[in-house]
Nanobody, 126 residues
């Protein structure tokens, strides 16, 4: 079992930055792939970024360059640095985890992630 708790969301003006954090707990964190997803009002949850235990990462194409995912395995944490934020980035951002031993590449689909946090609200004002 892996428990995930997000923090760092809030209200920011367009062009600003936020850093989201996800604290993980559980015995098997070491080989888990960690991901971030977001869900805007009226839209489906979508993939943002994910990172493997070794630091390999993948991003939703349109977010690459503005968003950066990282992890601190010693602190059992994963982060999402979001720069140059736009109003369309407004969403609930959720941290997710899945056992990396089942995948040869970093998964990007919601159904591939087993554990989820409650989410943190990010609101970008224009």
């Amino acid at each position: 079992q892996v428990q995930l708790v997000e923090s760092g969301g809030g209200l920011v003006q367009a062009g600003g930055s936020l850093r989201l954090s996800c604290a993980a707990s559980g015995r098997t964190y070491s080989h888990y792939i960690m991901g971030w997803f977001r869900q805007a009002p009226g839209k489906e949850r979508e993939f943002v970024a994910a990172i493997s235990w070794g630091g390999g990462s993948t991003y939703y194409d349109s977010l690459k360059g503005r968003f950066t995912i990282s992890r601190d395995n010693g602190k059992l944490a994963v982060y999402l640095q979001m720069n140059s934020l736009k109003p369309e980035d407004t969403a609930v951002y959720s941290c997710a985890a899945t056992d990396g031993t089942f995948y040869s590449s970093i998964p990007r689909a919601r159904y591939q992630y087993v554990y989820w946090g409650q989410g943190t609200q990010v609101t970008v004002s224009s």
